[in-house]
T-cell receptor, first 112, second 114 residues
Framework: QKEVEQNSGPLSVPEGAIASLNCTYS??????FFWYRQYSGKSPELIMS????GDKEDGRFTAQLNKASQYVSLLIRDSQPSDSATYLC????????????FGSGTRLLVRP | DADVTQTPRNRITKTGKRIMLECSQT?????MYWYRQDPGLGLRLIYY???????NKGEISDGYSVSRQAQAKFSLSLESAIPNQTALYFC?????????????FGEGSRLTVL
C-alpha cells in the first residue's frame, strides 16, 4: 500500500464548478498535510497546509482534514481554466518531520 | 532571478556517462533536497542535507551521490547513468524555522539517458 494515495485523474470540471481532490494516507502518526500545485513542466508550489482536523479556507481553496479517517481533501471553488494543473498531496510526521511523502498527484482539467 | 537555481535544465546523455546536476540557492536555507519525478510516481526523495556536514540518503539513493559544497550549493551526481534514471529532477530547500513542510523547488532538470 502506498503511503499517500491519490486518484491520478484527470478530474474534469466545468468552469465555475467546485473541484474536489482527495488524498488518503496510511501512517496514523502523520501530523502535517500539504497541497502543492504543479503546472505542466513546472515545479511544485505550495498552496495549502493543514495541521488539525476540520476545514481551512484560503480564498477559493479549502483544505479539509479528517485524521480518524486518514484523509485530506482540497476543494477549489469557482474553478478557473488557470486552475488546470496536477495537485500533489504531501504528508509528514513527527518521526521524520524533515521529509515529505508525496502522492502521485491528481490532474485537474477545468473546461471553459 | 529564481531563488533556487538548477543547472542544466535539460540534458541528454548516454548510458555509462557521469552526470552532475547542480543546485544553488539564495534563500539562506540550511536544508536542501534532491527529488526525482516520474510519471505516475510523484516525487521521490533521493538525498537530503541539513547542513554542509550532514548528508542523508532518501528512499531511492542507489546509483546517485551528492555533495554539499556550501550552504547554498548541493550537487547530485550519477556516476554511471542508466536509462531508468531518465526523469525530471528537482532540487528543493526548506527553512526549519519556517512553515513546517514547505519546500521551495528549483525549476527542474530534465535528464534523458539513452
Amino acid at each position: 500500500q502506498k503511503e499517500v494515495e491519490q486518484n491520478s485523474g484527470p478530474l474534469s470540471v466545468p468552469e465555475g464548478a467546485i473541484a474536489s481532490l482527495n488524498c488518503t494516507y496510511s501512517d496514523r502518526v502523520s501530523q502535517s498535510f500539504f497541497w502543492y500545485r504543479q503546472y505542466s513542466g513546472k515545479s511544485p508550489e505550495l498552496i495549502m497546509s493543514i495541521y488539525s482536523n476540520g476545514d481551512k479556507e484560503d480564498g477559493r481553496f479549502t483544505a479539509q482534514l479528517n485524521k480518524a479517517s486518514q484523509y485530506v481533501s482540497l476543494l477549489i471553488r469557482d474553478s478557473q481554466p488557470s486552475d488546470s494543473a496536477t495537485y500533489l498531496c504531501a504528508v509528514n510526521n513527527l518521526d521524520s518531520s524533515y521529509k515529505l511523502i508525496f502522492g502521485s498527484g491528481t490532474r485537474l482539467l477545468v473546461r471553459p | 532571478d529564481a531563488d533556487v537555481t538548477q543547472t542544466p535544465r535539460n540534458r541528454i546523455t548516454k548510458t555509462g556517462k557521469r552526470i552532475m546536476l547542480e543546485c544553488s540557492q539564495t534563500k539562506g536555507h540550511d536544508r536542501m533536497y534532491w527529488y526525482r519525478q516520474d510519471p505516475g510516481l510523484g516525487l521521490r526523495l533521493i538525498y537530503y542535507s541539513f547542513d554542509v556536514k550532514d548528508i542523508n540518503k532518501g528512499e531511492i539513493s542507489d546509483g546517485y551521490s551528492v555533495s554539499r559544497q556550501a550552504q547554498a550549493k548541493f550537487s547530485l551526481s550519477l556516476e554511471s547513468a542508466i536509462p531508468n534514471q531518465t526523469a525530471l529532477y528537482f532540487c528543493a530547500t526548506s527553512d526549519p524555522a519556517g512553515q513546517n513542510g514547505e519546500l521551495f523547488f528549483g525549476e527542474g532538470s530534465r535528464l534523458t539517458v539513452l
